[in-house]
Nanobody, 124 residues
Framework: QVQLAESGGGVVQAGGSLRLSCAAS????????MGWFRQAPGKERELVAA????????YYADSVKGRFTISRDNAKNTVYLQMNSLEAEDTAVYYC?????????????????WGQGTQVTVSS
């Protein structure tokens, strides 16, 4: 079992930055690849970034490449999402998720555990 808790959301002007954090419980955090997802009103949840168990490999959706950076600190059981050059289209509830191992961490359907989400609002 993995419990996840996101923080760091808020309201920011277009062009600004935010850093989201996701704290995980349990001693097996390093066994899980982690992902950041988002869901805007009326849209499906989408994977925006993912990172392998030891941070060696990352995945980014095309819409955030060059603007968002995912990272993790296994000693702190925490994964981060640094979001720069934010756009109004980035407005959504952001969730972190966990999937065991590294086989399919870029596939949203493989994620088993989710946090409650944190709201990010970008004003234009």
């Amino acid at each position: 079992q993995v419990q996840l808790a996101e923080s760091g959301g808020g309201v920011v002007q277009a062009g600004g930055s935010l850093r989201l954090s996701c704290a995980a419980s349990g001693r097996t955090f390093r066994s899980y690849a982690m992902g950041w997802f988002r869901q805007a009103p009326g849209k499906e949840r989408e994977l925006v970034a993912a990172i392998s168990t030891y941070g060696t490999n990352t995945y980014y959706a095309d819409s955030v490449k060059g603007r968002f950076t995912i990272s993790r600190d296994n000693a702190k059981n925490t994964v981060y999402l640094q979001m720069n050059s934010l756009e109004a289209e980035d407005t959504a509830v952001y969730y972190c998720g966990a999937t065991f191992g590294n086989m399919n961490y870029a596939l949203p359907s493989t994620y088993d555990y989710w946090g409650q989400g944190t709201q990010v609002t970008v004003s234009s």
